[in-house]
């Protein structure tokens, strides 16, 4: 099989980010428990919220993407993948530019760097041209339809329920990796 994956929020993990830098940064309190939904709707409720909350994402997806972890159990899928003969390719609708506050991080040489740091050009097999990054949802979409994977799998049900969504492909919400691998991988 050929198994596409979304990237942000489906192989990275941003909640940890998320809660150091808007912790250091004073928009929630210390220890503050949320993950990345709940970090949003509390820096959204304070006055020129929105504003804080795009520099926060700028920082977390560029220069601070060092804090953002694998989501638990995707390594794990992707050398189960492997050891079973499956490609795999990475479709991200990640912009190069697009928050504030980015410090001039290109977001994609930020992401290629997270990959490579976590082992994804070594052990786990990948080419840099294994990953595509397009400049919004139907450019994101167009890619899924030209590369006609078996299966995506992608942590947003917009994606997957789009009209152009390739009715050949297998979607798969991600749920829990753990779940998705006993459910595509056997
Ligand atoms: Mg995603």
Redesign the pocket.
């Given at each position: 099989m050929l198994i596409g994956l979304?990237?942000?929020?489906?192989l990275i993990g941003y909640d940890e980010a998320f809660r150091t830098v808007a912790a250091e940064s004073g928009l929630v309190a210390a220890g503050f428990a949320g993950g990345k939904a709940a970090i949003r709707a509390a820096i959204r409720a304070r006055p020129d919220g929105e504003a804080d909350w795009q520099r926060l994402q700028g920082q977390v997806y560029g220069p601070r993407i060092d804090l953002a972890r694998p989501l638990p159990g995707s390594i794990d899928f992707i050398l189960a993948a492997r050891a079973a003969g499956h490609a795999l390719a990475i479709i991200s609708h990640k912009t190069r530019t697009g928050h504030s506050d980015t410090s001039g991080t290109d977001l994609r040489l930020a992401a290629l760097g997270w990959l490579d740091r976590h082992g994804y050009f070594s052990r786990l097999g990948f080419a840099p041209v294994d990953i595509h990054f397009e400049d919004d949802r139907a450019a994101k979409l167009a890619r899924i339809r030209a590369l006609a994977p078996d299966l995506f799998v992608?942590?947003?049900a917009e994606v997957l329920d789009d009209p152009g969504f390739p009715a050949a492909t297998r979607a798969v919400l991600l749920d829990d990796w753990a779940a998705v691998a006993e459910r595509v991988l056997g």
């Open positions: 979304d990237l942000d929020n489906t992608d942590d947003l």
